[in-house]
């Protein structure tokens, strides 16, 4: 064991050495439903820019690159991916979906691949069509997946002076990623047989009809008659001067147009080019030689991915160090495996079982989980086992080209599918509210990065060409004063505020815990009554009497009250409508009719059995994760059934409505309808007003309204509308996915609101 093997193996080490940088590219073809590939442009709703960092567009129109920020952990990695390839499912036109696999689908002609064009510059057109020229438009059809792989720089660091000695940290970092490439290209081919996966494409696909192979190999997309350039093209790993040197006499022979030409299996990556590398330093390198998984909705399994890390680090860990020479074997077993029999033995069993026993010696001296040890394992099951590889399972389960051809569309369906079928979601991001996650969401498809800074705690940094704002839980910015959060969670200072200002608000008192209450229960009983805690949301603690309450109705309603705050407020009921209006800066977004709780009878079912029903809507789930809250069947739905004259088990008459709560909020089983383009300009004037005189900026303010369509009137004793409170951080959710109406953008006016110079539109 060397110096360098016994430093990594310390205890101390472990973490920062194993602690690397992830990130994936997948290449996708967007396709008809009839399975050909799409003839439109770019979807209108994602940003097509090159500004736009997570979904790109690649050689043809119709080919989609989705691109994972780097992170630290495969978890989060697979979640990134999930999330873009949702969102861009999300945003197709015309039903079309993705292609599930590298080879393309049928191709007639070339014809039928779009260049993709960019309208803000030409140049990426023009290297396009020289690709076009030189290769073809059907190889640069075929689709992959990159991976890229970065060690942690403070494991740099620490090694660095550690074992450094003579040289410059700069030259130290070099060393280890020239060390890591050359083996990988060495080894590439061992990635081949574990993970190719592109056995079959239709003949079409062929520039001579006896091109192709006569039985399914293991990967056509790394074959001969893949992604190759010119055996004459031959580039040096020797060391980073070397690369450059050789990428610069390739192009000034003109057997490369430019660097990014260059087709090898490893890229060396930290700059535009190889010069930008040679001042700043290798950051990361670029595995190119991966298939796409086309039974994974990603295109890529957690376990692969998990595998990947750890024998990029194996690479970097062993004693051997690849020359040039070995580098060029590599590359020919890496086409020689590509073409092996999905049911062959590879030739090289002997050594890749060797290499892989290794690999499992390695992870388990890093002390690492069991699950990473059990991958490894598989892997070398699979490498003794041809059966066992994801070619020969393809083949297995398709074992023509017009099966495979029909799998790949049934897939291209079903993954679509998934995608939409919770349009206001990101799976991978569930634990984090639904505000968030369908910020984060229209954040990918208008270009805007995302990085998630505290996930329990929603903190959101978005960054555009330099650009950058924080966001917490949805809509909390830096544009709200931090003093407006307390306004709008103080009632009565908010009541107070709005009444100098001239706006009609309820009449009512505070309570505090230790205040004497019998004078003021006796006043309210007389009147119909509200009782809510002072400072919080969500319908907590809330009761509401339409008609005039008892003594000891109101002295149980101010207790439940209590257990949410040690202030309680009292106020008169006032009949009509409650509007919820979503402000910001100082323009009216959305308008929403919140409905309490409700079930309509038919007869047949009973009260609790209605509520399992309308709980059974994929809209309705819990903790703000979907657009409804399940309604709940707990002490004050039973009450207010009570005062009804009802209970749970009660059989209600057909068209017979109950209500099981008061309150209308939606976090706590309230149904959603979007009234914004059916109300009186009035009381979308007042709600301007009245957030300009509270001095916030994204509010949402609860107005109770007699008729929406009549205008306002604030005269005494003539008043029709009154303003119930002001909500710091609003929901979002309810407005954009309401039960009824037009759903509302808000995420994308808060992205717009955030970045003027993007210059979003809002529908």
């Known amino acids: 064991m060397n110096e360098f093997q016994s430093y990594i193996l310390e205890p101390e080490n472990r973490f920062w050495f194993q602690n690397?940088?992830?990130?994936?590219?997948?290449?996708?073809?967007?396709?008809?439903?009839?399975?050909?590939?799409?003839?439109?442009?770019?979807?209108?709703?994602?940003?097509?820019?090159?500004?736009?960092?997570?979904?790109?567009?690649d050689f043809a129109e119709s080919q989609l690159e989705l691109v994972t920020p780097p992170v630290?952990?495969?978890?989060?990695?697979?979640?990134?991916?999930?999330?873009?390839?949702?969102?861009?499912?999300?945003?197709?036109?015309?039903?079309?979906?993705?292609?599930?696999?590298?080879?393309?689908?049928?191709?007639?002609?070339?014809?039928?691949?779009?260049?993709?064009?960019?309208?803000?510059?030409?140049?990426?057109?023009?290297?396009?069509?020289?690709?076009?020229?030189?290769?073809?438009?059907?190889?640069?059809?075929?689709?992959?997946?990159?991976?890229?792989?970065?060690?942690?720089?403070?494991?740099?660091?620490?090694?660095?002076?550690?074992?450094?000695?003579?040289?410059?940290?700069?030259?130290?970092?070099?060393?280890?990623?020239?060390?890591?490439?050359?083996?990988?290209?060495?080894?590439?081919?061992?990635?081949?047989?574990?993970?190719?996966?592109?056995?079959?494409?239709?003949?079409?696909?062929?520039?001579?009809?006896?091109?192709?192979?006569?039985?399914?190999?293991?990967?056509?997309?790394?074959?001969?008659?893949?992604?190759?350039?010119?055996?004459?093209?031959?580039?040096?790993?020797?060391?980073?001067?070397?690369?450059?040197?050789?990428?610069a006499d390739n192009i000034k022979a003109g057997r490369l147009s430019e660097e990014k030409e260059n087709y090898a299996s490893?890229?060396?990556?930290?700059?535009?080019?190889?010069?930008?590398?040679?001042?700043?330093?290798?950051?990361?390198?670029?595995?190119?030689?991966?298939?796409?998984?086309?039974?994974?909705?990603?295109?890529?399994?957690?376990?692969?991915?998990?595998?990947?890390?750890?024998?990029?680090?194996?690479?970097?860990?062993?004693?051997?160090?690849?020359?040039?020479?070995a580098i060029e074997e590599g590359t020919r077993r890496q086409i020689s495996v590509s073409e092996e029999s999905v049911t062959a033995h590879t030739v090289f069993e002997v050594e890749g079982k060797q290499l892989l026993e290794g690999m499992?010696?390695?992870?388990?001296?890093?002390?690492?989980s069991q699950d990473i040890v059990e991958i490894v394992e598989t892997m070398i099951q699979r490498m003794i086992d041809p059966s066992m590889t994801p070619a020969a399972?393809?083949?297995?389960?398709?074992?023509?080209?017009?099966?495979?051809?029909?799998?790949?569309?049934?897939?291209?369906?079903?993954?679509?599918?998934?995608?939409?079928?919770?349009?206001?979601?990101?799976?991978?991001?569930?634990?984090?509210?639904?505000?968030?996650?369908?910020?984060i969401a229209d954040a990918i498809a208008n270009g805007i990065d995302v990085e998630i800074l505290d996930r329990q705690d929603q903190m959101l940094r978005l960054t555009y060409k330099g650009h950058q704002e924080y966001v917490r839980q949805g809509n909390i910015t830096s544009r709200d004063s931090y003093i407006s959060h307390y306004i709008q969670g103080d009632k009565p200072v908010t009541k107070q505020i709005l009444a100098e200002h001239g706006f009609v608000v309820p009449d009512g008192v505070t309570l505090q815990r230790n205040d004497s209450r019998e004078a003021v229960v006796h006043y309210f009983a007389n009147y119909p009554t509200v009782v809510k805690p002072k400072s919080t949301n969500y319908g907590i603690g809330i009761s509401i009497f339409k008609e005039n309450p008892s003594v000891q109705e109101l002295n149980t309603a101010i207790d439940e009250a209590f257990e949410a705050d040690d202030s309680v407020l009292l106020e008169r009921y006032v009949p009509g409508t409650e509007y919820r209006f979503f402000i910001m800066d100082g323009q009216v977004l959305a308008v929403l009719n919140r409905v309490p709780a409700t079930v309509i009878g038919d007869g047949k079912h009973t009260i609790s059995e209605l509520i399992d029903q309308k709980n059974a809507s994929p809209l309705r789930g819990e903790s703000h994760y979907t657009p409804l809250t399940l309604i709940e069947k707990g002490k004050t739905e039973r009450d207010t059934l009570k005062r009804q004259g009802v209970t749970l088990d009660t059989v209600?008459?057909?068209?017979?409505?109950?209500?099981?709560?008061?309150?209308?909020?939606?976090?706590?089983?309230?149904?959603?309808?979007?009234?914004?383009?059916?109300?009186?300009?009035?009381?979308?004037?007042?709600?301007?007003?009245?957030?300009?005189?509270?001095?916030v900026v994204i509010t949402g303010l609860d107005i109770i309204i007699a008729d929406r369509h009549k205008p306002?009137?604030?005269?005494?004793g003539e008043e029709n509308y009154v303003i119930i409170e002001s909500n710091f951080n609003p929901m979002m959710m309810m407005h954009m996915y309401p039960e009824e109406g037009k759903g509302r953008p808000l995420t994308k006016a808060l992205l717009a609101f955030l970045f003027p110079e993007k210059g979003l539109t809002i529908e």
């Open 20 to 57: 690397t940088s992830l990130g994936v590219e997948r290449e996708d073809h967007r396709i008809t439903s009839e399975g050909s590939l799409a003839q439109t442009v770019h979807p209108k709703t994602i940003d097509g820019t090159r500004a736009n960092h997570m979904i790109q567009r």
């Open 72 to 247: 630290y952990s495969v978890s989060e990695l697979m979640a990134w991916l999930d999330s873009i390839h949702r969102v861009a499912l999300r945003h197709l036109d015309n039903n079309e979906r993705m292609w599930p696999y590298s080879m393309p689908p049928v191709i007639h002609s070339e014809g039928e691949i779009r260049i993709a064009s960019f309208e803000d510059n030409d140049e990426g057109t023009d290297y396009r069509d020289y690709l076009a020229g030189v290769y073809g438009k059907k190889l640069q059809a075929i689709s992959g997946l990159h991976f890229n792989f970065g060690l942690h720089p403070r494991f740099i660091e620490r090694a660095y002076h550690a074992l450094g000695h003579s040289q410059s940290l700069k030259e130290f970092q070099n060393d280890l990623y020239l060390k890591m490439a050359r083996n990988i290209l060495k080894y590439q081919w061992v990635i081949i047989y574990l993970f190719g996966n592109s056995p079959f494409v239709d003949q079409s696909f062929y520039r001579k009809p006896t091109d192709g192979f006569d039985q399914p190999v293991r990967s056509i997309r790394n074959s001969r008659y893949g992604y190759h350039n010119d055996e004459t093209v031959r580039i040096s790993y020797a060391s980073l001067e070397a690369y450059h040197q050789t990428l």
């Open 266 to 325: 490893v890229r060396l990556r930290g700059g535009e080019d190889s010069r930008a590398l040679i001042e700043n330093g290798i950051q990361y390198i670029e595995l190119r030689m991966f298939d796409i998984q086309g039974d994974a909705f990603t295109g890529i399994s957690a376990d692969q991915v998990t595998f990947m890390k750890y024998f990029a680090l194996y690479m970097l860990y062993i004693d051997e160090d690849a020359d040039d020479v």
């Open 360 to 368: 499992l010696a390695f992870v388990k001296a890093l002390g690492t």
């Open 393 to 439: 399972q393809t083949v297995n389960a398709t074992p023509t080209v017009a099966s495979w051809l029909a799998e790949g569309q049934r897939l291209a369906e079903t993954f679509r599918d998934e995608a939409i079928a919770r349009p206001y979601a990101l799976e991978a991001f569930s634990d984090m509210e639904l505000s968030t996650q369908l910020l």
């Open 652 to 695: 209600l008459p057909t068209e017979k409505r109950v209500r099981l709560r008061e309150n209308s909020n939606i976090s706590t089983g309230g149904t959603s309808i979007d009234v914004t383009d059916d109300m009186d300009k009035s009381y979308l004037d007042i709600a301007k007003s009245a957030t300009e005189a509270l001095g």
């Open 712 to 716: 306002a009137n604030s005269n005494y």
